[in-house]
């Protein structure tokens, strides 16, 4: 049973302008959020994260905004690059265990 | 630092073989994580230790995948016997102090195809 979504696999999104990822969660209880990017044969890397007790984080280009009430969180990119094409994990934690989703690939086209 | 390091990258074998697939943490990180990647239910963390002492095994799927991490820098995780559904990719990754806060680091992954 998923607990975190990702409900769109793919994106496409033209260079310069922004990309909007999505994901859901279902547990009330999770405290912390994190979105990890994937390129092809290669770990996730940590990109950017936030805590269940603010609603935005900003770290240059990336942000994430949380709805709390809606348990749903978004990663905003701008503007995209072609760098940026890869997929995207969210999670969503509880202590040390970490829930993800799975995934939406980003298409950064120049 | 080398990051963490996994090896086989990729590995074929036929139902009803032994696979161990094995990680290398960071240096110094005291939590160590095993995940699997399917298309449908995305990254999933199996099991993780701490200080080299499994925690909690509640995402091991079955009696047939165990894992182990008998010193610091070392740790394993088995399938026997292997099925094709155990086809995925799995990750290890270590953390300097756990929590949610820490940041995981990932290695690239084995690449695991059961027959």
């Known amino acids: 049973d998923q607990q975190v979504k990702q409900n769109s696999p793919s994106l496409s999104v033209q260079e310069g302008r922004i990309s909007i990822l999505n994901c859901d969660y279902t547990?009330?209880?999770?405290?912390?959020f994190l979105w990890y990017k994937k390129y092809p044969a290669e770990g996730p890397t940590f990109l950017i994260s936030?805590?269940?007790?603010?609603d935005k984080n900003e770290d240059g280009r990336f942000t994430v905004f949380l709805n709390k009430s809606a348990k749903h969180l978004s990663l905003h990119i701008v503007p995209s690059q072609p760098g940026d094409s890869a997929v995207y994990f969210c999670?969503?934690?509880?202590?040390?265990?970490?829930?993800f989703g799975t995934g939406t690939s980003l298409t950064v086209i120049p | 630092d080398a990051g963490v390091i996994q090896s086989p990258r990729h590995e074929v074998t036929e139902m009803g073989q032994e696979v161990t697939l094995r990680c290398k943490p960071i240096?110094?990180?005291?939590?160590l994580f095993w995940y699997r990647q399917t298309m449908m239910r995305g990254l999933e963390l199996l099991i993780y230790?701490?200080?080299?002492?499994?925690?909690?095994d509640s995402g091991m799927p079955e009696d047939r995948f165990s894992a182990k991490m008998p010193n610091a820098s070392f740790s394993t995780l088995k399938i026997q016997p292997s099925e094709p559904r155990d086809s995925a990719v799995y990750f290890c990754?270590?953390?300097?102090?756990?929590?949610?806060?820490?940041?995981?680091?990932f290695g690239p992954g084995t690449r695991l195809t059961v027959l």
């Open positions: 999670a969503a934690s509880a202590g040390n265990q970490f829930y």
């Open positions: 230790f701490n200080n080299n002492v499994p925690i909690d």
């Open positions: 547990n009330s209880m999770f405290d912390y």
């Open positions: 990754a270590s953390s300097l102090v756990g929590g949610a806060t820490d940041t995981q680091y």
């Open positions: 936030i805590s269940s007790i603010k």
């Open positions: 240096s110094g990180h005291d939590y």
